[in-house]
């Protein structure tokens, strides 16, 4: 089960981290044009071009959840002010 929870906050911050790349079209452009030299490679273009797009995806998906979750914290420090104690 631990296996599947990793794996699983893994998968969800690929498939983020796409949907955000996919939608903001110049941050795209940017991965393509990091990705497609590895894709020209000899022999293990394909499979390294796929797996460093995977990660920049993955890093995408990372750094929009932290901003999220950043912006969620604050918002519910606002929401919740600690009363100070007597």
């Known amino acids: 089960m631990k296996f599947l929870s990793i794996a699983g906050t893994a998968a969800m911050f690929l498939v983020g981290g796409g949907i955000v790349v ?18 020209e490679m000899e022999s293990v273009g394909p499979l390294l071009g796929g797996v460093a797009e995977m990660l920049l995806n993955a890093l995408v998906g990372l750094i929009g959840g932290s901003i999220v979750m950043g912006i969620g914290r604050i918002r519910g420090a606002k929401a919740n002010p600690v009363e100070p104690s007597h």
């Open 22 to 39: 996919h939608g903001i079209p110049p941050l795209h452009h940017a991965v393509e044009s990091l990705v497609h030299p590895l894709q």
